[in-house]
């Protein structure tokens, strides 16, 4: 079995990442307008109405946006912890409620859409409430850790079995440190519930490493206070220090923030995934 990984936005303004196999898929987020996800989808030959079930991670609105439409219009399940689910539907910026689609989860007890087996874990940050997950298809493992303050050791046990890692590069620290936001907003971003930056991304991931993991990718990347140049070379600086020699031991990638990347295809071996 193919399984194909593509992100369709991720960064402040939105993020949804597509996970399939060659005949459906799942989404993880979809803080882009439905209209949005349809047509990206569509320009690699997906269709929306294959998509199987959508896995949220927290309800912040660039995580959620297009959410309620997919799940109440088209009929596609939403999978994430009740506390998510009404934290959903108290955002405003969600304006289609959820009354069937949702399907409550809890989080480190794995549950099935179709071949995929998912396991919500809880992360660091300040939604009303938190999880990344660790998806297993087969024998090829994807762990997708979006918006988070730091890296507990509980999530950890679930990166450190990636075969694919999605995980988290938000800002630099001088740009934010010298950048517009104002005070209070940069005071959240560096907080153990906001988000990660790119050299304590690239400290977990110098002392994580697994021989298993083939691909890194860097999501969620700001705006104002990061640039997808200074999140690859940081990294790829850090892991060279380490030994881990990037192109050889792993590939690594830093996704878009507005527009879908390329769609990778990965073998059930996972020997060397193929773009289309």
């Known amino acids: 079995m193919n399984i194909r990984f593509l992100s369709l936005a ?24 439905s209209r949005q996800i349809r047509k990206s989808l569509a320009s690699f030959g997906i269709e929306l109405e294959s998509i199987a079930g959508m896995c949220i991670t927290h309800d912040h609105a660039d995580h959620i946006k297009g959410a309620g439409y997919i799940g109440e219009r088209c009929g596609i399940p939403i999978y994430t912890t009740q506390t998510i689910l009404n934290g959903m539907n108290k955002c405003y910026r969600m304006t289609e409620k959820i009354y069937s689609a949702g399907r ?11 071949d995929f087996e998912i396991t919500a874990f809880e992360v660091p940050h300040d939604g009303t409430d938190n999880v990344g997950y660790f998806i297993k298809c087969g024998d090829r493992r994807f762990v997708f850790a979006t918006d988070l303050g730091y890296i507990p050791d509980h999530a ?6 990636a075969h694919y890692m999605i995980i988290e590069a938000n800002y630099d620290p001088a740009m934010l440190q010298n950048g517009p936001y104002p005070y209070y907003l940069k005071k959240r971003i560096v907080s153990k519930q906001g988000h990660m930056n790119n050299y304590e ?24 206070n990061n640039q997808p140049e200074r999140a690859y070379n940081t990294i790829e600086q850090r892991l060279s220090q380490a030994g881990i020699q990037v192109g050889r031991d792993v590939q690594l990638v830093t996704l878009n923030r507005h527009t879908p990347g390329e769609l990778y295809t990965f073998t059930a071996y996972g020997v060397q995934p193929a773009l289309l």
Not at 202 to 218: D, G, K, V
């Open 156 to 161: 950890a046990d679930y990166l450190r079995q």
């Open 10 to 33: 991720s960064g402040s303004s939105g993020n949804c990442y597509y996970l399939g196999t060659d005949t459906y898929g799942i989404l993880i987020d979809a803080g882009i307008s």
């Open 201 to 224: 991304t690239a400290e977990f991931l110098a002392t994580h490493y697994s021989p298993e993991l083939e691909y890194i990718f860097l999501c969620h990347l700001s705006r104002e």
């Open 104 to 114: 409550p989860i809890l989080k480190d007890t794995p549950f099935r859409i179709r």
